[in-house]
């Protein structure tokens, strides 16, 4: 009976551990208008294969928004460093207060 409840709550645990995910974040990235394309292109793939996705690219400026694991947006930040990276949370703005 021992055997079976230790079972029962390591799979809780097991369970619990795995439904922990890391917060997600939604963000705008954007490069002066001067930076590679192959800089941005390196970022995308960094989102993409920790799990995030693109939601939009913009053509006006060198930007894009884009979901993912907080902790990629940091990596990001620090591979476009020398290309002055801004990474904003992305959000609904408005003219009316």
């Known amino acids: 009976m021992k055997f079976i409840i230790n079972a ?28 590679p394309s192959s800089v941005l292109d390196e970022a995308k793939k960094a989102i993409l294969e920790a799990g995030g996705f693109i939601s939009h690219e913009y053509h006006i400026i060198q930007a894009f928004a884009a979901n993912g694991p907080a902790k990629i947006f940091e990596s ?15 959000q609904k703005m408005s003219i009316n207060s």
């Open 8 to 35: 029962l709550l390591l799979l809780c645990l097991a369970f619990l551990a795995l439904a922990a995910k890391e917060p997600e974040r939604q963000v705008i990235v954007s490069y002066p208008k001067n930076t």
């Open 76 to 90: 990001v930040k620090m591979m476009g460093e020398k290309h002055n990276v801004m990474i904003e949370e992305d």
